[in-house]
């Protein structure tokens, strides 16, 4: 019932690379918490993916780059273990940019960055076919589209057409280009963001592609304290400089397989399919969650579950997810959304309602 046996031993095979010595002098207090867990699960487990990539991760120089936001960058890793991808709402400066090149950085994968804009044509993200005088061929070449970690910034400012481009790479992990399929590299993962506040010029994504994106979240602003720590840790160097790899793309494929093999009882998948459920019949929704949501909330689970040390998924991890998988996926009535009602409120509300199974039951 453990995950894949091979994932610490996967996850131990990270290059080689100049280390700050922790504060301190001696291991991390998390960190040793951390290990403990792991070696409650035995020793062919992935939780090692949680002592260092998800551990360091979260509440070390990546969380204080992004607001100590440790729930958010929670979230955005489970998605990554679940094979998903991210939408990411807000405004400019909280660190969405720094959240995905801290995620490449930290796996020792290739990142690359498009920046939309509505003259942004589909060739310009997939890449396009150049004759060869030489070879008295076309020969492909790869667009940015061709990376481990993608970052597409302002999507909702490139037009459908290049939208749909989008489409083919995040459900099928490859483009086609004049007829011929290319597969991307594996793993794929994409993160998109959109800015909330301003619209003008925009397009906004429809609710086919939107149903792509596993989660949908906002980072929003850091409270005071926060904030002032985020200074005081870039007053001389941004806090990726010293961000080492944690683990290698072989590490993570074996995380993700380790994820997905995390035990869900029946109960809790009879819970998930009852929340999917209630939101077609919420008075206030017009479109509820699809079986694809209902899916992804389970291996969201599973991936969160694996992150916190846990040998199987409790209704607990399933609520923490509940917003961030399915809010965007549930389209609001025009009487509710004149109300104030959008998404989150509906799914907030039967998660409210839909009685939970006993947890002791589960084990």
């Not at 679940?82 to 400066?93: I, M, N, T, Y």
């Not at 906002?218 to 926060?226: F, I, K, M, R």
């Not at 010293?242 to 809790?268: F, M, N």
Request: proline letters at 8%; one cysteine or more.
């Amino acid at each position: 019932m453990g995950p894949a046996p091979r994932a610490v031993a996967a996850l131990r095979r990270r290059p080689r690379v100049r280390r700050e010595p922790p504060e301190g002098g001696a291991r991390a207090g998390p960190d040793r918490e951390l290990d403990r867990q792991a070696a409650a699960w035995g020793q062919g487990t992935a939780v090692r993916l949680r002592v260092r990539a998800a551990g360091r991760l979260g509440p070390g120089s990546t969380s204080r780059g992004t607001g100590g936001k440790r729930a958010a960058v929670e979230t955005v890793v489970a998605a990554l273990l679940a094979r998903g991808h991210v939408l990411l709402e807000d405004v400019p400066g909280v660190g969405k940019t720094v959240l995905a090149r801290a995620l490449a950085r930290s796996l020792h994968a290739d990142f690359r960055r498009i920046q939309c804009t509505p003259d942004l044509l589909p060739s310009d993200v997939t890449g396009v076919a150049v004759y060869n005088p030489r070879d008295l061929a076309f020969e492909f070449r790869r667009g940015p589209v061709f990376a481990h970690v993608l970052l597409v910034d302002e999507i909702n400012r490139a037009t459908p057409r290049t939208q749909s481009a989008f489409l083919e790479a995040m459900e099928e992990r490859q483009v086609t280009v004049d007829g011929t399929p290319h597969d991307l590299p594996r793993p794929f993962f994409l993160v998109a963001t959109q800015n909330p506040i301003e619209l003008a010029g925009t397009f906004p994504l429809p609710e086919a592609q939107l149903d792509r994106f596993l989660v949908k979240l906002s980072l929003g602003y850091p409270d005071a304290a926060t904030e002032t720590r985020v200074l005081v840790a870039q007053r001389e160097a941004h806090p990726l400089t010293h961000l080492a790899p944690v683990a290698d793309l072989t590490g993570l494929k074996e995380a993700q397989d380790a994820a997905a093999s995390v035990h869900v009882h029946d109960a809790v998948l009879s819970y998930i399919q009852r929340l999917a459920a209630e939101t077609r019949r919420h008075p206030g929704a017009a479109w509820g969650v699809s079986p694809r949501g209902a899916l992804g909330l389970m291996r969201a689970s599973q991936a969160l579950a694996l992150i916190q040390g846990a040998r199987y998924v409790t209704p607990d991890h399933v609520k923490r997810l509940a917003g961030p998988v399915l809010a965007h996926r549930v389209i609001v009535n025009p009487r509710s959304r004149v109300q104030g009602v959008d998404g989150r409120t509906v799914v907030e509300d039967v998660v409210r309602r839909v009685e939970v199974p006993v947890e002791a039951a589960l084990r």
